[in-house]
Each structure stands twice: as C-alpha cells, then as structure tokens.
C-alpha cells in the first residue's frame, strides 16, 4: 500500500507526463500499462518490498488488456475473471474504491480469496480508472502484509490513479484514432484490389460493373473464399501478379 511518508498533498503532476512520454517511446496498450505498473510501485514508495501493481483495462470489441509490476501477480487477474468476481472487478462495477486490508478476514470471493491467498498476499487495494466511453480500468495493488485501513492513506493513492488516468485516457484516445486510419488504409486497399478485378471482368466479359461484381462475389460464395482473395485472384490472373497499389496522402 502506499507509503505513509508520501505528502498528503502530492499532486503526481508527473503521473500523466510520464504516461506520454511512454506512449511516444512505446504506443502499444500493453507496454504502456506494463510501464505504469512499475511506476506506481515506485512513485508510490510502498515500504512493504512484497507489494506489486496490476493493471487492467477493459475496451469494447477488444481483448482485456493487463499488465503487472511483478510477473508473478499475472496470475491474480486470471483468478479473478476466472470465478467472475473480485476487488478489482467490484471497484470496475461499483466504480469506487476496494480495500481488503486482511484478506484472512474477508467473506467475500470466497474461492478468489483463498486463490489469492495461496499465493502468499494478505492484502489487496483496488481502484477505478477514469476513462472515457465504454473503456474501463483499474489499478490494483497486492500486499504480502495485512495493512492497517486507518493508515492505509487511500487519499495517496487515489490521486495517484486520478492523474494516471489523464495521462491512460489521451493515450487510448491517440490508440483509437491510430486503429481507426489503419482500419481504413485496409479498407481502401481492399477496395482498390475489388475495383482492379471488376474493371478486368468488365473488359473481359463486356459487361456492366454491377454484374461484373456480381460475378466476384458469387466467385466468393462458391469457393468460400474472402471476396479481397478472389479480386486479388482475378487480377494475378490478368496481370501476372497479385500486388497493387494504393495512391493517398496520409
């Protein structure tokens, strides 16, 4: 948990800073949380060596993405998606903070609990991350000590995960508009090789465009292939070879 000797009045300006610099070094999701981890092991200065850091993020139509401090923590969040339930999940769901400051205590997630157990931590600090749309996080921390909930300076750490947030929310918005130009660079080039074939089957079959793609997308049906594959078929055929080229300015 964080360390008592980290002023009450931090700010961890430096927080959302540091993410952008990760994300110019490294603007990959996984690297970029697998970089935050262990920042906020260090930043926070827990005086428990045993305390380690993992974080998740939760996008719509992607998969969960995580990432810890210590590798040894990874499986903690598969024990929690694996019996559906969990401080970090809660603090997802209700978001608001969850401490368990003596796991040996608690009556919640129970199979969680003992699973977490087993593997020697006593104490877990769950917090939500601010994220925008549908994307949700949280950072949560595991302890091998039991904590003290009346020193525990949850006001730390939650200012510390305000602050990351910043820095997490610009970083999937840059992600997303980069995924959005890739997804359509891959749109016109499969429209560009769609188009090569129709005109090909247009002047080879003297036909109109509409039933020229007709002809390509039965093509398709027929040999359960993706139409992309049987334009880049069609125009191998007429021009010796499967590439082509697209012309815009990015």
Same mark, same amino acid.
């Given at each position: 948990?964080?360390?008592?000797?980290?002023?009450?009045?931090?700010?961890? &300006?430096?927080?959302?800073?540091?993410?952008?610099?990760?994300?110019?070094?490294?603007?990959?999701?996984?690297?970029?949380?697998?970089?935050?981890?262990?920042y906020?092991?260090a930043?926070?200065?827990?005086?428990?060596?045993?305390?380690?850091?993992?974080?998740?993020?939760? @996008?719509p139509?992607?998969?969960?993405?995580?990432?810890?401090?210590?590798?040894?923590?990874?499986?903690?969040?598969?024990?929690?998606?694996?019996?559906?339930?969990?401080?970090?999940?809660?603090?997802?769901?209700?978001?608001?903070?969850?401490?368990?400051?003596?796991?040996?205590?608690?009556?919640?997630?129970?199979?969680?609990?003992? =699973?977490?157990?087993?593997?020697?931590?006593?104490?877990?600090?769950?917090?939500?991350?601010?994220?925008?749309?549908?994307?949700?996080?949280?950072?949560?921390?595991?302890?091998?000590?039991?904590?003290?909930?009346?020193?525990? @300076?949850?006001?730390?750490?939650?200012?510390?995960?305000?602050?990351?947030?910043?820095?997490?929310?610009?970083?999937?918005?840059?992600?997303?508009?980069?995924?959005? @130009?890739?997804?359509?660079?891959?749109?016109?080039?499969?429209?560009?090789?769609?188009?090569?074939?129709?005109?090909?089957?247009?002047?080879?079959?003297?036909?109109?465009?509409?039933?020229?793609?007709?002809?390509?997308?039965?093509?398709?049906?027929t040999?359960?292939?993706?139409?992309?594959?049987? &334009?880049a &078929?069609?125009?191998?055929?007429? =021009?010796?070879?499967?590439?082509?080229?697209?012309?815009?300015?990015?």
């Open positions: 948990m964080p360390n008592a000797d980290v002023s009450g009045a931090e700010n961890f &300006a430096d927080v959302a800073l540091h993410l952008q610099d990760s994300f110019l070094h490294t603007p990959e999701v996984g690297a970029i949380l697998q970089d935050l981890a262990a906020a092991v930043r926070l200065g827990s005086p428990d060596p045993g305390c380690c850091c993992e974080i998740t993020v939760l @996008r139509k992607k998969p969960v993405t995580t990432a810890c401090s210590n590798p040894a923590v990874n499986v903690m969040n598969k024990l929690e998606f694996k019996h559906g339930d969990g401080p970090g999940l809660t603090a997802i769901r209700t978001a608001a903070t969850v401490l368990v400051p003596d796991l040996r205590l608690e009556r919640r997630w129970p199979e969680y609990v003992q =699973a977490v157990l087993q593997q020697g931590f006593h104490s877990v600090l769950s917090i939500p991350t601010e994220l925008e749309g549908d994307a949700q996080g949280v950072l949560t921390f595991y302890c091998l000590q039991p904590v003290d909930p009346g020193a525990s @300076r949850l006001d730390v750490a939650e200012t510390f995960v305000r602050q990351a947030s910043k820095g997490l929310k610009l970083a999937l918005r840059m992600l997303k508009l980069e995924e959005t @130009r890739d997804g359509m660079t891959a749109a016109m080039r499969t429209r560009t090789v769609i188009d090569l074939a129709t005109g090909a089957i247009m002047a080879q079959n003297r036909c109109s465009q509409e039933a020229a793609f007709k002809l390509l997308r039965d093509a398709s049906s040999r359960n292939m993706k139409l992309r594959d049987v &334009a &078929a069609v125009v191998a055929s007429v =021009a010796g070879s499967g590439e082509t080229f697209t012309y815009f300015d990015e």
